[in-house]
């Protein structure tokens, strides 16, 4: 049986305001249940395409669908509710500094639940311990690894029990080790809390061993989907590129920009190419 994605995007084209266009005609599937990872260059679009999910974001042009409905025509209310149903992790997923590891992650469920303390505690126990943190409980944030803390802001993306959770960028700043470990955990949470998971990394290696689905965008498109090992054995040059990390190649390196010529006021000469 054929399983409905729980994200979809259908011709999504977006851009700031400057006239840019970051995101141009993009479709895609997050399939529910599993591990997708999104890559692609820096500046590519990757943080923006994960607002435009989480309905920070409206689209120009297209449909951001979550679990078959538009997040983009979705009035305050439809989306906050929404919204609950989505954990996101983004890069420097900041702890609360002056409270403790048990009250960051109490801090959701305080906010947006009447549930009792003596319940919460227990929530909160069971979501560090998924983690491997339950004993950290009483440290505060600046007494924590930078793995650890990643954890513990983990433990506080799930404290509501999300359908689908976001990623950006989780492993930035890891030692390899903290890093392996990290990607299995992202798996491991995936597969017993019975989530979605959706991250952004530059991480190939770590990302490819954990995913089961891939996207690649590449200058604003969607450039390739599927299975980790579909994308390893692509043999388009664009993919390749990536896989292979090599600086030379169709991936633009230069954010777009005037021409040279006009920057540094140089009149090209007859015959000179700018
Ligand atoms: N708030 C904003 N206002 C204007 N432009 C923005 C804003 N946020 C991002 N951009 C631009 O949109 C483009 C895409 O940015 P985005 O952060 O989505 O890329 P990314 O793929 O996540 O990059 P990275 O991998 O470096 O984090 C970039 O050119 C960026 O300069």
Known sequence: MNVPPLVELRGVTFGYGDGRVVLDDVSLHVPRGKVSVLIGTSGGGKTTLLRLIGGQLRARSGQVLFDGRDVGALDRDGLYAMRRRMGMLFQFGALFTDMSVFDNVAFPLREHTRLSEPLIRDI??????????????????????????????????????PELIMYDEPFSGLDPISLGTAARLIRQLNDTLGLTSLMVSHELESTFAVADHIVVLANGRVAMQGTPDEVRHSSDPLIRQYVTASPDGPVRFHHPAPPVAQDFGVVPQQGVRP
């Open 124 to 161: 909160v126990l069971m979501k560090l311990h998924a983690v491997g943190l339950r004993g950290a409980r009483d440290l505060m944030p600046g007494e924590l690894s930078g793995g650890m803390a990643r954890r513990v802001a983990l433990a506080r993306a799930i404290a509501l029990d």
